[in-house]
T-cell receptor
Framework: DTGVSQNPRHKITKRGQNVTFRCDPI?????LYWYRQTLGQGPEFLTY????????KSRLLSDRFSAERPKGSFSTLEIQRTEQGDSAMYLC?????????????FGEGSRLTVL | GENVEQHPSTLSVQEGDSAVIKCTYS??????FPWYKQELGKGPQLIID?????GEKKDQRIAVTLNKTAKHFSLHITETQPEDSAVYFC??????????FGTGTSLTVIP
């Protein structure tokens, strides 16, 4: 499968714990995005990487959230001191960045439940 | 920032009928408008997109129209089939980096 891969698919954690999600984009894609989706809502932009550089961050990304893409390939999203309000589906997407806009290819998401 | 509104939130149609989903956006600088289909347990998948220099685009049973003056765009699905049942999201983008999504339309096609 050469699509966007996300792990783990499901994570249940207790409030206050740290969690980390991993995203492996389509190999030739240089752009990588993280989105958050809650039930009944559309995806909300969190952050965006071009290669290893984090170029944009949403105001939704509090200081408890950190994302990295150290070698311009896979990315991790860490949430520290989780809160119940962090419960959501975390979606990763990648694109080739061809031209001004490019199609986003989404992974199947990592669902976080904070108890 | 950009604000995208989407209507209706749910839509039921008989198989073979047409379905129309409408979105409005707030920022006149937005210039790229993709539509995504999300099936249960999966990530959104692009089905069609339109850029601001085009008024209409068709791909088989799917078409999208854009009215830049009114700042709205619509998705039209003709001859609907049960496999069209899913949640559909519209989106708008200015930079091609940040995409602002609507709240989704749950489409049910009744056989």
């Amino acid at each position: 499968d050469t699509g966007v891969s996300q792990n783990p698919r499901h994570k249940i954690t207790k409030r206050g714990q740290n969690v980390t999600f991993r995203c492996d984009p389509i190999s030739e894609h240089n752009r990588l995005y993280w989105y958050r989706q809650t039930l009944g809502q559309g995806p909300e932009f969190l952050t965006y990487f071009q290669n290893e550089a984090q170029l944009e961050k949403s105001r939704l990304l509090s200081d408890r959230f950190s994302a990295e893409r150290p070698k311009g390939s896979f990315s991790t999203l860490e949430i520290q001191r989780t809160e119940q309000g962090d419960s959501a589906m975390y979606l990763c997407a990648s694109s080739s960045g061809t031209g001004h806009t490019g199609e986003l290819f989404f992974g199947e998401g990592s669902r976080l439940t904070v108890l | 920032g950009e604000n995208v509104e989407q209507h209706p939130s749910t839509l039921s149609v008989q198989e073979g009928d047409s379905a129309v989903i409408k979105c409005t956006y707030s920022d006149s600088a937005s210039n790229y408008f993709p539509w995504y289909k999300q099936e249960l347990g999966k990530g959104p998948q692009l089905i069609i997109d339109i850029r601001s220099n085009v008024g209409e685009k068709k791909d088989q049973r799917i078409a999208v129209t854009l009215n830049k003056t009114a700042k709205h765009f619509s998705l039209h699905i003709t001859e609907t089939q049960p496999e069209d049942s899913a949640v559909y999201f519209c989106a708008a983008s200015i930079t091609g980096n940040q995409f602002y999504f609507g709240t989704g339309t749950s489409l049910t096609v009744i056989p």
